[in-house]
């Protein structure tokens, strides 16, 4: 009901049917519902309550009232009462007895009297697909008072002949991607009519979303494209199968539970029918009938969608430069300058964690270890599988990640990192130019420059690779004329597009040759609140793994850093958490030539035969930043060894964690000639705005020749901002050993008193 009402209005003003309203003098008006009671006071409001009985329209109710309440007052009081949702104004001709019936629509916020009911209820088509118990629905549709104006079972891979005149279709399937919905979503565009979907059977019963071609919102394609997402295992079983679509399932149910679907059904239809509009109604409701958890998933649209969206915006974000603008950094600064808090994150982006319309599954505290860690998890990481069974089973137990001082920052950053490897994965629908690096030289970029595997690496690539896991293989030798599929990104340093092939900048990207001379990994991707944020963060990742691949490969001693210097309550809470579970840990400095802070915290089990070392690495202009990133990650990294079980498949990791003891690697100790470091020993630079922190990279990349190449990744779907930062020439944490930055740098800065010798390099691979 509209909740303004004036003197015009000659419809009967009442309490809701489903409203009990009682009087006490002296105290308040008490209005009772199924959903608890409020209160109501105020001057002559215990009057003014009791005219409200259904029986006057608003000139009746001003002329009941004392003289000493003037008409402007008792508008006033009863459009309050309406905006609360607790009035309603019934037609004169309508003024019949409540009935339970009139209170649900009432409270629906419809009119009863225009709902319409029996043989002037709308028609609807009731169509199903595959073996679903149709006669049930068919009953329980009439036993909700609606006109059934046809009946007919869906054949797959053929076009559905829609009732005319129906205003509705109820699409009931034994699963949301069954052949044929395709079909129907098909034809219900064409006619322009909305249809619902619901899943009957099993014990977990779906209903909706309602589709609606007239309004703008997701199509069933939308839908899929989720739910696919999150049904990797099913769709690698039934390709391995030979078979395509959904695998079949046994029926599961028992007559109470498909009464009680067939009803819900039932209700969703009428609903519809009767006018009731409301954003639950484009979602999926879940009913698991054994628990009774019922959950509602959002459904969003993709504007990507092929069948109802732009398939070109990928395409066209590519071709675009890469702009950044001036963004203020937020007041919440633990997660390192960003331009949003954690919470305005969590209110844009919390719709896509559901196991069924969304892209993460759920978002979990690792059990495993002190609650202090903050270790989160967020479903499978897509980065670290491959296409076959083995890659499935490492993708499916290295999952993304979050870290962060606080629950709320690790909830968060686990999110941001799902989210940050859906968006990196191939989809299809990205920019890409067909050619070799011959022909796109002037743009492009070769592979070895970001690749960096030197060439005794090629030679001795079969037995390497079949020691090593994954991140850790060798390409085969890149072939400057072999045709490809290439990618623009944006320059930052020269403001011009690049090319790189697609296939190191997208997971599972195909190649399009018959060798695997690129890969793609994580290094430089980022998301962040906006684009700026997400350029920083994914620079940073690239001086932090420089500078970690810098010491680790050449195992300089370095200085360590004096946590108790830094004031910090939370670091020195970890070191009484590391203790109470038998560890302990310490941090050293790596910062590079690049200037900005780095940091590497170690930490290893005493007292056992086993020290479990576990490191992690933090970059960031503030030392402070920096420190605690280091200890974060190391904290999120922690629960693989807590148990023993080392639960990685890396072979690599494997053998450091059963060999490495600290004493037998001097480098992993601080320096005992050098000084601890404080805050005092670190230029710190604190900059305002975000744009200034990009300009401020990029500028000191470009000092040592270096250009700093930006892909947005955002998809327009997820929303949030998405990059991949690419610094040819930076090192990676993982084993690659071409002349360059890993062997000048730590001469140039004194380290070494000459470049380590290829022999000479770390054996241990990093494996983070």
Known sequence: MDSTITSTDRGLIGFKSGLRVDVVEDDAVYVFSERGVTALQGPYMETLAPLLDGTRDLEGVVRAAPAELAPEQIAAMVSRLAAAGLLTVRSPSGAAAPTPASAYWEAAGLDPDTVPTGDASPALHLLSVGDIASDAALAALRQAGLTVAAQSVHTPGTYPDLAPGASLSVVLCPDYLASGLAEIDAAHRAARRPWLLAKPLG???????????????????????????????????????????????PVVTVPALTATAMSTVGLEAAKWLAGYRGVEQRAVWTLDSLTLDARRHELHARPQCPSCGDPSLMREQARRPVVIAARAKAADTEGGHRARTPHEVLDDFGHLVSPVTGIVKEIRQDPRGPAEFNSFRSGPNIAAGRTDLVGLRAMLRAENGGKGTTPLHARVSALCEALERHSGFFHGDEERVRGSYTDLSDAAVHPDACQLFDRRQFADRDRWNAEHAAFQQVCDPFDDDAEMDWTPVWSLTEERHRLLPTAMLYFNAPEGTDRVTVRADSNGNAAGTSVEDAVVQGALELVERDAAAIWWYNRTRQPGVDLAAFGDPWLDRMRDVYADIGREFWVLDTTSDLGVPAMAAVSRRTGGPREDIMFGFGAHFDPRVALRRAVTEMNQLMPAVLDGTHRWDDPDAA????????????????????????????????????????????????????????????????GLPVVKVVVPGLRGFWARFAPGRLFDVPLALGRVPFPTRYEDLNPYPLFL
Do not use: I, K
């Open 203 to 249: 014990s977990q019963v779906w209903v909706g979303p309602v589709f609606d071609p007239r309004a703008q919102g997701a199509c069933w394609h939308c839908l899929a494209h989720r739910l696919w997402g999150q049904r990797q295992g099913e769709l690698h079983a039934q390709t391995a199968l030979g078979r395509s679509g959904p695998a079949s399932r």
């Open 655 to 718: 053998r450091w964690w059963n060999e490495a003891r600290a004493d037998g690697h001097p480098y992993l100790r601080p320096d005992p000639a050098r000084r601890l470091l404080g805050p005092a020993d670190y230029r710190r630079a604190d900059r305002p705005d975000l744009a200034d922190d990009v300009a401020a990279l990029r500028d000191l990349l470009a000092e040592r020749g270096l250009e700093m190449l930006v892909l947005d990744q955002t998809r327009p779907d997820v």
